[in-house]
Nanobody, 126 residues
Framework: QLQLVESGGGLVQPGGSLRLSCVVS????????IGWFRQAPGKEREGVSC????????RYGDSVEGRFTIYRDISKSTVYLQMNNVEPEDTAVYSC???????????????????WGIGTLVTVSS
């Protein structure tokens, strides 16, 4: 069974940087499309970024475009989310999810995904 474990969350000041990691186990991470999602208190979950199995297709949500970067290291079975110039509005629980390729191209909705991590909390505050 595929498992995803996020790490790297924490407290960061506005304008700072943070890198989140999503380690995939139980199957070759390179076989899956990966998405990052976030949910802030009192708000609906939103898609942050996604990367195709090959890495050729990458998408970002409008609110993070130009500030966040998604990339994967197949050798480490890990997908990263580099967060730069963070804002208080980025405060949320960030979770990664995996999807078996089906022909649908990212971005994906949370319900499209097949396996989910439990998330890591990012707090942006001075």
């Amino acid at each position: 069974q595929l498992q995803l474990v996020e790490s790297g969350g924490g407290l960061v000041q506005p304008g700072g940087s943070l890198r989140l990691s999503c380690v995939v186990s139980g199957g070759p991470s390179g076989d899956y499309e990966i998405g990052w999602f976030r949910q802030a208190p009192g708000k609906e979950r939103e898609g942050v970024s996604c990367i195709s199995r090959s890495g050729a297709i990458i998408r970002y949500g409008d609110s993070v475009e130009g500030r966040f970067t998604i990339y994967r290291d197949i050798s480490k079975s890990t997908v990263y989310l580099q967060m730069n110039n963070v804002e208080p509005e980025d405060t949320a629980v960030y979770s990664c999810a995996a999807k078996v390729p089906s022909g649908k191209v990212c971005p994906f909705s949370y319900s499209d995904m097949d396996s989910w991590g439990i998330g890591t909390l990012v707090t942006v505050s001075s």
